[in-house]
């Protein structure tokens, strides 16, 4: 993935009437003692310290339900399953195909039972000045591997460009990371602007309920004369909602290696093309990651030039070529051992984020936060705290 979950739920109760709709995110009257907490939730756990001290510890999804309704701590563990790996204890679930070349090979459920399925489709530029569009990689034949125990990579994902797909399992996100590991050609080498935008394709299957789109605009060409001339003038977000519980946030692109702890982050934009099949378009543009991609190889010609790839007319309305999965009778499975893995690329990231409602932290009561995000989207009120 170029580029790309909260799951948050209010540590307070009141009476034992009520206890259940302030958890659902109903504003608290009356100050809150410890004892008042349902001791644990999707998003909260009473614990206790080394002192015999009680304070809530609040994470995105720390726990999930069972199948018989009991709240159970959530394990971050990707498991073998059949034709491929899975996720069930979790607040969400996920599914992953062994081989990432087939429609729908990722499955995401989110803790309300909305299934999203997709796939990475094909790695390509976008001129915002001219419209024009270069496939870069299309997705090949490949079989995914246990990184940890909550990541599977895909190793040489893409035909024409060493770069692979990454999924990472989290209590309260689900990230797909694409791995650049060399530097794609210049846009200027294919006749585009400097302008133009890297992109990750992924394809979806069309969804039960099309998602709440809210467009933010993070860059716009000022320059009246210069704007008029574009196809795109603005570098837009869409943030996505999936239902109640689920949304896309921003991506990021970043460098990756192994000594690196706090990488530099860039954020990444994401257009929804709705259809028969939804596209979700993943962009950053292309003078942004010039800093990062200088610290890959450079990209070395394959079995075909990557430079004759097509180049497409003028596409304003964000339209993006489908490609067609080039699934034969018997693939060539591309394994980790089949080429060398670089210690270092560059990450293009995009998180499926569970959204928190709004919280209430009580005077009196210890809280311990452990998840940097939580919170993301909705308001914290503070109740009676000085």
Known sequence: MLLSTLLC?????????????ALRGGLAKEAVTIDQLVPRAMHHQIATNSAGNRYVEIANGLNYLDDDGGWQPTECRFVAAENGFSVMTGPAKVFLKSNLNQPDAVRYVTPEGYSIESAPLYLGYFDPVT?????????????????????????????ELHASVRYTYLSGAFHQDILLHESPPPPGEFGLSDRSRLEVITE?????????????????EQDPDVRAKMVEPD??????????????????????????????????????????????IEGIE?????????????????????RKSPVNGVAGDFARPHLERRLGGNPRLITASTRHRSQRSVVLDYVDVINAPPTTFQNGITYLVRSPSYGTGNPITFHRVI
Do not use: C
Not at 204 to 220: C, Y
Not at 289 to 298: D, K
């Open 131 to 159: 419209g024009k569009q270069v496939v870069l990689a299309q997705l090949q034949d490949t079989v995914g591997e246990l990184a940890a125990t909550n990541v599977v990579v895909y190793s040489d994902a893409f035909d």
């Open 235 to 280: 570098l837009a977000d869409d943030l996505l909602k999936f239902g109640e519980h689920m949304s896309m946030p921003p991506g990021q692109a970043f460098a990756e290696e192994e000594s690196q702890d706090e990488p530099h982050e860039i954020p990444v934009s994401k257009r929804w093309q709705p259809g028969p099949r939804p596209l979700l």
């Open 204 to 220: 979806f299957a069309p969804p039960a309920n099309e998602p709440l789109i809210e467009t933010h605009v993070l860059r716009t």
């Open 286 to 306: 292309y003078r942004d990651l010039t800093s990062l991609l200088r610290t890959l190889p450079q990209y070395k010609k394959g079995s075909a030039d990557i």
């Open 9 to 21: 739920h209010e540590a307070r109760a009141l009476d034992p009437e009520s206890r259940v709709e």
